[in-house]
């Protein structure tokens, strides 16, 4: 049986700073809170990593939709799911493409191949205007550009009889419920996306920029298990616009507004979270 004097030894000797499991609220390292990003930035007009960003964005985007759009392809085209990857394997093609073009590209350009993403770091203040408008055109034309090679490699009557890969809501939804599914959908990215970049947990814990890729694009994946059958899954305005422009259907423009209000009203929540609910800042800065 132990003496109340040895417990009380080895008390002090391991004694803890924090309480088990809360780390993540220590301030044992220096870390200052980074300014943020200016609203306008014009000399970033004048600088080649700027337009080398946005040419990352669009590769990257292109790359995106063309593996991804093949993939929804070719399991279309399949007389039975059982033939082909089915559900499970377009879900592993989005994110598997989101963890490697996020590993290939995070450090030109944030790695951000979705306007929903940019909007919400925008929101944040993680990139100027300047930076966010520009990404989201070049993500959209490289969205645009890699559903038009799919188009070519499938050809007309093929691409528009497995529907080009377009983003509807599906019979047995409401528009409400595919607007639901896009907003939750895009809130566990985004959120994502800023829990795996934050760089409060850069400073302390350095593995976390090396695995940051994974968990964002297991967050893809398992959202496009959950809300497939109900949209197609969105969660990326440029997706959804590439495959509607080439695809150019009514039934698919008649509920495209969904796939850009829900995304951003997701990335927005998502934003507003993690700065007030997770990180405080706000209350940060009034200390």
């Given at each position: ?82 033939a082909s990857v089915g559900i499970q394997g377009i879900a592993w093609a989005f994110g598997g493409m989101i963890f490697a073009l996020v590993y290939c590209t995070a450090g030109i350009s ?127 305005p440029a997706r959804s616009l590439g495959a509607a422009i080439i695809y150019n259907r009514d039934h698919a423009w008649n509920d495209h507004w969904i796939f850009w209000v829900g995304p ?24």
């Amino acid at each position: 049986m132990e003496r109340e004097e040895d417990v009380k030894v080895g008390a002090n000797k391991f004694s803890e700073k924090n309480a088990l499991g809360t780390g993540a609220q220590s301030d044992s390292k220096d870390y200052k809170e980074a300014p943020p990003a200016p609203l306008f930035e014009p000399g970033e007009l004048k600088s080649w990593s700027f337009y080398r960003a946005g040419i990352a964005e669009f590769v990257a985007t292109f790359l995106f939709l063309y593996i991804t759009v093949l993939t929804v392809m070719g399991v279309n085209r399949s007389p039975s799911k059982c033939a082909s990857v089915g559900i499970q394997g377009i879900a592993w093609a989005f994110g598997g493409m989101i963890f490697a073009l996020v590993y290939c590209t995070a450090g030109i350009s944030g790695g951000h191949i979705n306007p929903a993403v940019t909007f919400g770091l925008f929101l944040a203040r993680k990139l100027s205007l300047t930076r966010a408008v520009f990404y989201i055109i070049m993500q959209c034309l490289g969205a645009i550009c890699g559903a038009g090679v799919v188009k070519g490699f499938e050809g007309n009557a093929r691409y528009e009889l497995y529907k080009g890969g377009a983003n509807v809501v599906n019979p047995g939804y409401t528009k409400g419920d595919g607007l639901g599914a896009e907003i939750v959908g895009t809130f566990v990215l985004v959120y994502t996306v800023f829990s795996a970049t934050d760089a409060k947990r850069n400073a302390r814990d350095s593995h976390v920029p090396i695995l940051a890729p994974l968990p964002i694009g297991f967050a893809v994946f398992l959202v496009h298990l959950a809300t497939i059958p109900i949209t197609g899954t969105g969660i990326n305005p440029a997706r959804s616009l590439g495959a509607a422009i080439i695809y150019n259907r009514d039934h698919a423009w008649n509920d495209h507004w969904i796939f850009w209000v829900g995304p951003f009203i997701g990335a927005a929540l998502a934003a507003l979270y993690h700065q007030i609910v997770i990180r405080a800042i706000p209350f940060k800065a009034r200390d």
